[in-house]
């Protein structure tokens, strides 16, 4: 099932996805901090780590948003990053972050959409993306297209949400994130269809082992999942085949 932001306007997913990223990108660094209580930066930090055995690799961030992720790995990889997105005004966000931290001379951002991505096949050792894959249009052919511009033997990380399984955990985060987050969302923001669309996203998205079968589908090879805090959110570590 499509699940789009905008419910009552016309428009393909892509169009209503990047017009809500246009809308929240001035407020989306708070309220992702703000709305998590910090977690999403542990989360990032553990989906870059398990890059750290890669010698000095070049890396696309897809679904780069304001940045954050592209930073984390140039921080801890000390690596060249590009960053790709279709809302330009979120790129606006990752550029003024990037001056302001003078970080402009290894990592870049532009527009670019995964499912064509802008590159020649073969070229990062890494792609990375964090909570990008489940407003993509067609999962099947982003993921396809990341794998076209990966290195044979390179490696793919997806950092998204998933849904916790146990009692009472589950029922307490899905009230959370069900009821609480798009109040608040949508207060800070005034975007409420933003953080309505949010949890309904993740709740029609493929996680854990339907997520891995994702990845085949899309010519990929599974390493490990790692499930982060009871499962709000998991980490899908694989690798493009040799040949
Ligand atoms: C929730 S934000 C994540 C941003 C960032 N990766 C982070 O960790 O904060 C999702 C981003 O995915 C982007 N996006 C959605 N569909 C995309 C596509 N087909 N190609 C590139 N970016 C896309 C949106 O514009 C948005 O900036």
């Not at 966000?93 to 991505?117: C, P, W, Y």
Request: net charge positive; proline share 5%; with cysteine.
């Amino acid at each position: 099932m499509t699940v789009k932001p905008y419910k009552s306007s016309e428009g393909s997913k892509k169009t209503q996805v990047a017009g809500m990223f246009n809308n929240i990108a001035p407020k989306y660094d708070f309220l992702n901090h703000f709305l998590s209580l910090g977690i999403d930066k542990i989360w990032r930090k553990r989906a870059i780590n398990l890059l750290k055995d890669i010698p000095n690799p070049l890396i696309l961030d897809v679904a780069t948003g304001t940045g954050d992720l592209a930073i984390e790995a140039n921080k801890r990889l000390n690596c060249k990053v590009v960053g790709v997105d279709i809302s330009t005004e979120m790129l606006k966000v990752a550029d003024e972050k990037l001056v302001k931290r003078e970080l402009t001379e290894v990592i870049s951002v532009q527009e670019g959409d995964s499912e064509n991505l802008p590159f020649e096949n073969d070229t990062f050792d890494a792609v990375i993306v964090a909570f990008g894959v489940r407003n993509f249009e067609n999962l099947n052919k982003g993921l396809t297209d990341m794998g076209r511009v990966l290195k044979p033997g390179g490696k793919m990380v997806v950092l998204e949400f998933s849904k916790p399984a146990y009692f009472p955990f589950k029922q307490l985060y899905l009230f959370y994130f069900l009821y609480i987050l798009p109040w608040l969302g949508g207060l800070i923001s005034k975007d409420k269809a933003a953080y309505t669309y949010l949890p309904e996203s993740v709740l029609n998205f493929p996680d854990g082992k339907t997520f891995d079968s994702e990845l085949v589908k899309a010519g990929l090879s599974p390493i490990k999942r790692y499930k982060q805090t009871m499962g709000i959110a998991t980490i899908y570590f694989s690798e493009k085949p040799k040949q």
